[in-house]
């Protein structure tokens, strides 16, 4: 095993939970591992199920075992992507961290400050009251300990049963991972500069090449959390949709949203082809057909003409494979936003293999999901967009990680609607998390943006209204 160490700020803390993580073994984490399954799965097969459709018997079960990576055929079998509606009292406050990428210093530092704040004690237990964490995915990969930030997540999951919330990112998939190790493999570490992939870990940490049981811990990780708060003057729940990208066209969840006492919803399949045709009729869109046809026939020649061919040919993407999920990149993974200054209505991008949407868009999106009586889904917190796009080719452009650098971490834009988080630190360059405030009146929601400049001693923070 070779030897390894981790941030000066872990190895000089005084918390016992972070003294753990300094010698991580193989067979911790795979405990470690075993026991987020086990607790998850405990959780989804006593919830209740949109039609009482709910995973198989092997899935809820818990007790898979180990997975060589070569062995993916065994992790099909499970695959069950799904989404969550978690409904609070008025007064809870959500903490929001977005993208960690193996970055345990900058996570650390904001969960320090969270103690500080009192909201989290010494073993980074959660002793407020109303008051959860949300991470918005894409947890490992890149920075260089992506094994201690998986454990960490895993120990406070164990320990704030119930108040610790993940989001799956596009980089909680095996076969993502199993990628990238072999483009960095193919690339060479010196020409990759800092950056890391979670089996190159495994194996200089724990001197194998797998990585036991994270070819399906992944799988009870949900895709979005719909988070409500009930105003009971206007019999109406409003809802924040929360996940680690932006929009998928595919996928309704009013059903969800409006029935009562149900918390899951099993995905089976998405059908963005009759999603774009309703776009595509609709008057109010009218200005903005034009280009949409243009994205999708560009398309048609490009590498994405499979991906394009999901909104326009497939018709219904079942998902009883993950080779589905890789043909279709699901929106609420790999979507983005374009940002207000640069909002051309639609576009799509080769290099990241996802779509943008403009305000237009996004506003029906969100009015075309809260048609079901008593719903209404009023904002999206997502992470995911910490880099620069462009394509001269269909005119698109988007500076979104200069504007995260430019407001410390955080874009909020078109009155509320959209709010974009950035990672924990290390491509803005400043520890950034958001905590939001629900309360019975919607116009009384807030969201608190906390930021410093990496290196600096304190956070600074900015309250301002969810919406308007």
Known sequence: MSDWSLPNIVRKSKSNALKKLR??????????AKTFVRQSALRLKAGNWLYDNMPGEDFLDGEIGDFKILEEAKAHKIFAPFVVKQVFEPGTRITVIGDVHGDLESLVVILQDLQRQGYLD????????????????????YMPHSV???????????????????????????????????????????DLGERYSLIEEFAEKFDIYYY???????????????????DEKTNVTNFIKFSHGGIE?????????????????LIENINRYNALQKILTDKSLSHLHKKIKEVFSYLKQTPLKSLSETYTKKGLIEFDSPEALIM??????????????QDCGFAASLKHKSFYFGKAITEYFLQDLSEGPGINIAAIISSHQHFNDEDPAINFKSSMLDKLIENKGYVRQWQGIVHTLGDVGFTSG???????????????????HFSKKIGDAAFKQVTQAMLG
């Open 23 to 32: 010698a991580i073994t193989y067979e911790d984490f795979d405990e470690a």
């Open 122 to 141: 010494e073993e980074f237990r959660i002793v407020a009251q109303d008051f959860v964490i949300m991470f918005l995915g894409d947890y490992s990969n």
């Open 148 to 190: 201690e930030v998986v454990r960490l997540l895993f120990y406070l999951h164990r320990v704030n049963f119930g108040k610790v919330f993940l989001t799956r990112g596009n980089h909680e998939y095996a076969i993502a991972n199993k990628a990238l190790y072999e483009q960095h493999a193919t690339i060479g570490q010196q």
């Open 212 to 230: 036991p049981d994270l070819l399906y811990w992944y799988d009870y990780v949900p895709l979005t959390y719909y988070v409500g708060c009930a």
């Open 249 to 265: 066209i595919g996928f309704n969840p009013q059903q969800l949203l409006v029935t009562r006492d149900v918390r899951f919803e």
């Open 328 to 341: 279709s990149k699901l929106g609420m993974q790999w979507n983005n936003f374009l940002p207000e200054d």
């Open 430 to 448: 400043y520890n950034s998390y958001l905590v939001v405030q629900l309360e019975q009146a919607l116009p009384e929601w807030t969201v608190t």
